[in-house]
Each structure stands twice: as structure tokens, then as C-alpha cells.
């Protein structure tokens, strides 16, 4: 299904564009600028940061949970418009649940033709990106990865409690660079694309629906009985998480 984007001009995000480019793809009509807006869902029960603590959702598994805590970066926005032509936008996306004003990502330099579109992104960072140290505001958040299983930093941070109707225990869902051995590491971003068509006729937003359930769903039944804390150092879950990010992300409803 298309998503339309007829919003009123937000002429405060425009900014300039490669001329070539413009006139490549829409000659003699002025580019648009857009916002990246963040949801967040457990299947369909919408999660904000008044759900940290209150609300008890329910995995595949069975177990019930909560949220305490809930951080995750994603990087390498990227717009494909259908004559192939790719608009990079710099920067990265650091959300903290508990902060609503992190929920949207407008990049500094943005600034794009009207035209149809597909959308990318990096969960996390990449190869050339993910450098120990290279980002001041992320060190601050103490989002660093350790060394000893790979350094650069995190690409998720998720905890609670589960089993919180019988016998509540913590887990630490936290995912980054997977050590396959002493001193040996694997890259371990994923590379999200969704495929449903984007048509920007305006400056406006572009919302991107996060479902966190599925985390624990698919394709790896996640059995948090085995699999709570200490699971940073472990390769198999590491891989785990990379599979199963791959269905977390969606295209939402672009409002205005």
C-alpha cells in the first residue's frame, strides 16, 4: 500500500541540495525536507515512555514482561527513489524510550526531490562507522561497547523483569558486536529495508513502526529462562538478535 505525504511545508527543515541531483529528478521544482518519526508497539498495544514500569507484555514464549529500560541506535538513512538514484543522510538515531523528544530523527543535511521511494536503514552501526570512542553524546549515555567482546558500541538496550506473574527475574536483552572467540569479533549490524512504497509530494514525516514483541518471535523463539542476562558475550544470542531484528521494523501511517 502507498503512504502519501501531503503535509504542510516545514520550511524550517529545508535546507540545501545537490543541484544535479534535483534537476536529475524533478527539474524546476523545489526539493523537500523530511523527519524520521519513531513508534513503538508490543504487537498492537502502543509502548511510550509512561509504559516503562506499568505495563506487563507477553512474549512468544510465554513469559510475561516488563520494560525498565529501553535504548537503540540505528544509523545510514537512506531514501531510494525508483530511477535508482540513493539520498544518504548523515547522522544516527539514538532513542531512549523514556524521552519522547528522541522518538523523531530529522538529519541536518536534508533535502530531497519529490518522487517515490523506498526506505533503508543500518540497526546500529556498521563495519566503517561502529569506532570505539568517535561519538562525545553516545560515550555520555555510557552506550560504549567493551572491548574485550569487540568495542565500538550498543545497537540495543532492553531490560526488565520477567516471569513477573510468578517468580520475577531480570534479563538484560542488550545487542551489539558478536565475540566469536577470545579476541576474535563479527559484525553484527543489520541492514533494514521496507519495501512498501513511499511517495513524498511534501515536506513532512515519514513514520517507522518499531514492534518490539517481535525481538523475542521471529524466526528465534527467544526462551528468556535461558537466555536473561550475561548475554552480551554470548555469539548465539548475539546472532539471534541480528536474525530477528529483521521483522521489528515497518512502515507506519505518515501524518502530518
Not at 531480570?170 to 513511499?198: D, K, M, W
Request: hydrophobic share 35%; aromatic share 12%.
Amino acid at each position: 500500500m502507498k503512504h502519501i505525504l501531503t503535509i504542510t511545508c516545514i520550511a524550517v527543515l529545508l535546507l540545501s541540495c545537490s543541484t544535479d541531483q534535483d534537476d536529475n529528478l524533478d527539474p524546476g521544482k523545489a526539493p523537500v525536507a523530511i523527519t524520521f518519526q519513531f513508534t513503538h508497539n508490543w504487537d498492537d498495544v502502543l509502548v511510550t515512555n509512561s509504559s516503562i514500569n506499568n505495563s506487563i507484555f507477553t512474549n512468544a514464549h510465554g513469559e510475561t514482561m516488563t520494560i525498565t529500560r529501553l535504548r537503540y541506535l540505528i544509523s545510514g538513512f537512506q531514501l531510494i527513489h525508483e530511477n535508482g538514484t540513493t539520498y544518504n543522510f548523515d547522522g544516527y538515531k539514538f532513542t531512549d524510550l523514556s524521552t519522547p523528544e528522541s522518538y523523531n530523527f530529522t538529519p541536518q543535511s536534508n533535502s530531497i526531490p519529490k518522487g517515490r521511494y523506498t526506505l533503508k536503514f543500518i540497526w546500529g552501526f556498521n563495519a566503517d562507522t561502529n569506532l570505539d570512542g568517535a561519538y562525545p553524546e553516545l560515550n555520555s549515555a555510557s552506550w560504549n561497547w567493551p572491548a574485550m567482546l569487540g568495542g565500538g558500541y550498543h545497537f540495543l538496550q532492553m531490560d526488565g523483569m520477567y516471569n513477573v506473574n510468578t517468580m520475577a527475574k531480570p534479563y538484560n536483552f542488550h545487542n551489539g558486536t558478536a565475540r566469536v572467540s577470545a579476541g576474535v569479533f563479527e559484525q553484527n549490524f543489520a541492514e533494514i529495508t521496507l519495501n512498501t512504497p513511499i511517495t513524498i509530494t511534501n515536506s513532512g514525516l515519514i513514520s517507522v513502526n518499531m514492534n518490539l514483541a517481535e525481538f523475542f518471535k521471529n524466526p528465534n523463539t527467544w526462551n528468556l529462562n535461558n537466555l536473561d542476562t550475561n548475554l552480551m558475550p554470548n555469539y548465539q544470542a548475539q546472532k539471534m538478535m541480528q536474525a530477528n531484528v529483521q521483522s521489528v521494523f515497518s512502515l507506519g501511517t505518515n501524518t502530518p
